[in-house]
């Protein structure tokens, strides 16, 4: 085994970039338009095709970490390690579904989830939801800057700081003008060169550390924990977190709902399907060299578990293959980077300046700069956080706890007419209050706090089952397996989870959110809500039409039902 | 376990395979099908 990793020249990995990044834009010169409109850049046409939203969608979902941290999980706990990382994190899309096709019936015409938000309830709850977007999409670009940094430093003579700049630039340079139907486009182009590396990489690096036989006989190496496929160690420390953010993680990200609006609709579900299969499939198999590498012995250099990988391609496969290796890492940060760059902007052109700052009289034009603008303001602002490699654990934390906090006044929004803005606001704001209080143990967790504390993370297991039960077999079914979870949660947890201190706090803004939510909602005296207004009052910006009284055209937007 | 194991590990690129094919057809329909409907693909 090399205790070395493989170099490139600087000359080599200079070219290497230059042809990804300078092939990719090229292809987007063929979608290019004199004339981009505002509602092209957000969401295409609202009719983009099942391949090409399948293949947006797993491009998006498999970020550089998915690598990394599949091979951490099948090299920490072995046998089931790869797939308590990339199965839980393929289930995030498949769970989104079916509300994401809830979503797009009521508000066909949308760009955000934030616009059927506003729709529904007004600023407050809309811009609660738009932050945790963005939030989210900041910490993406960063950390994606931040792995094409490392990767260039590890296999070249280059800085880190190089790699970030060139990745940050590369990306831009290529989403900014055509903005998501660039980013589509290019996921395509970029998943098919994943897809093709991944397929070949995993059986060679297989095959030459002696295939199936050696990886048997490695198996001495490995803990009984390690060689159970059904671990408790790898359920409670890796699948069980995972599990939790299933929900949250599809519904805080705006990734997955610009591609929920822009995908024809009668391909929703197949579209999702494919991406499910497809993220695990790729995401597992290169976790599967993470447990190649355990029941080889192999000890990663310089103990950092993200050398894993690039070690064991560089120890047996020829220097075509890091090639190889480097594009995948490369295409795979860049497709999630410029679908997180076309998130932000439509998040800054639809919520903040379409329904906040413009009120219903948009102008795309305006739009457009505004998309423009943020996009350029996203990258510096990656670009600045990953070169400092500052530390992200605090906001994540923050980000993770708000997403679980939305997730049940958010479906609840779309599903139940009784839900009050008020009741969204507040319910999020006291789940985040309490997410605290446990996560950081403000309050001590022991006796009367820690019981409440168990008793709403009890409730917000119920809650999570519930929800995905929901989803795919309505609401009996739904409450059925919700009280059963509650039930299970009540006997098994109850003084057993104060000890697990972050699933507690992720478990209790789940309960807490969704406790508020529903007693301010029966409670309030307001009329029940139409259902049938939002998709009056979500549409789109460039869309003219005659005017009535005038015979001119006017803006689209400007024809929208006043909001609340 | 030999074919077990291998099983296991080669299972996956196989099915990458299977989504890659299934994604490079559907979007071969999606250009036929943007072309005649003279519209663009994305």
């Keep these: 085994m090399n205790s070395e990793l493989y170099q490139f020249s600087t000359l080599t990995v200079v070219l290497l970039l230059l042809a990804f990044y300078g ?10 338009k004199k004339k981009e409109d505002a509602d092209a850049f957000m969401v295409s046409n609202h009719r983009v095709g099942f391949g090409m939203g399948a293949a947006s969608m797993t491009a998006t979902w498999i970020w550089a970490a ?102 940050g630039a590369g990306v831009l ?17 970029q998943l098919v060169a994943l897809m093709a590396i991944a397929i070949v990489i995993i059986p060679a690096v297989f095959f030459a550390m002696g295939g199936p036989s050696e990886l048997v006989a490695g198996m001495g190496n490995l803990t009984a924990e390690q060689t159970n496929f059904f671990s408790m160690d790898a ?61 080889l012995g ?33 295409g795979s940060l860049s497709s999630t ?24 009289k948009a102008d795309p034009r305006r739009m457009l700069l505004v998309g423009r603008l943020t996009m350029i303001v996203a990258t510096v602002v990656g670009i600045i956080f990953a070169s400092f490699s500052l530390d992200i654990l605090v906001m994540l934390v923050f980000v993770g706890a708000l997403w679980g906090a939305i997730v049940f006044p958010v479906i609840a929004s779309c599903f139940w007419n009784r839900v009050t803005n008020q009741a969204f606001t507040t319910s999020v704001l006291v789940a985040m209050v309490l997410f605290c209080a446990a996560r950081f143990e403000l309050l001590p967790l022991t006796g009367g706090s820690g019981l409440f504390f168990e008793l709403l993370a009890s409730v917000g297991g119920g809650v999570i089952i519930g929800l995905m039960v929901f989803g795919f077999l309505g609401r009996t079914a739904g409450f059925i397996a919700a009280a059963i979870a509650l039930v299970a949660m009540l006997i098994f947890a109850t003084g057993f989870l104060r000890d697990y201190t972050v699933l507690l706090a992720s478990l209790t803004a789940y309960g807490a959110s969704t406790v508020v939510c529903v007693v301010m909602s029966l409670i309030s005296r307001q009329p029940d809500f139409d259902f049938a207004t939002i998709g009056e009052r979500v549409g789109d910006y460039d869309a003219t039409e005659p005017s009535e009284s005038y015979g001119e055209t006017v803006p689209g937007a400007a024809k929208l039902a006043p909001q609340r | 376990m030999t074919a077990l194991y291998g099983f296991y590990v ?21 250009h036929r099908k943007a072309k005649e409907e003279r519209r663009e693909l994305v």
């Design chain 1, 66 to 167: 998915s690598f990394y941290a599949a091979a951490t999980s099948g090299y920490t706990y072995g046998v089931s390690g790869p797939i308590h990382y990339g199965l839980w994190g393929a289930l995030m899309i498949l769970f989104i579904y079916p509300f994401g096709r809830r979503f797009r019936a009521l508000a066909p015409n949308a760009h955000t989830l934030g616009e059927l938000i506003h729709a529904r309830h007004g600023s407050s709850s809309q811009l609660i939801l738009a932050l945790s977007n963005v939030l989210g999409s900041v910490i993406s670009l960063m950390v994606n800057f931040t792995a094409a940094g490392a990767l260039v430093a590890v296999l070249s003579p280059l800085s880190f700081q190089a790699g970030v700049i060139i990745a």
């Design chain 1, 173 to 189: 340079f290529y989403t900014l003008w055509s903005g998501f139907r660039a980013s589509v486009l290019t996921d395509f182009a």
């Design chain 2, 10 to 30: 080669l299972i996956w690129p196989a099915l990458t395979l299977a989504v890659l094919v299934v994604i490079c057809r559907a979007v071969l329909r999606d």
């Design chain 1, 23 to 32: 092939g990719t834009y090229l292809l987007t010169l063929s979608i290019r």
């Design chain 1, 337 to 360: 980077a410029d679908s997180d760059l076309s998130a932000l902007s439509a998040i800054m052109m639809a919520d903040v300046y379409g329904k906040n700052l413009a009120r219903g």
């Design chain 1, 235 to 295: 359920i409670l420390n890796q699948g069980a977190p995972f599990f939790v953010a299933v929900l949250a993680y599809a519904i805080g990200n705006q990734t997955i709902s610009q591609r929920l609006f822009a995908v024809n609709e009668a391909h929703i579900k197949p579209t999702f399907l494919t991406a499910t299969v497809g993220y695990g499939a790729i995401v597992i198999g290169l976790g599967m060299i993470g447990l190649m590498a355990l029941t």
């Design chain 1, 298 to 330: 192999v000890q990663p250099i310089d103990g950092n578990m993200n050398n894993l990988i690039p070690q064991m391609v560089s120890s047996y496969l020829p220097p075509l293959f890091i090639g190889l290796f480097f594009i995948l890492v490369i």
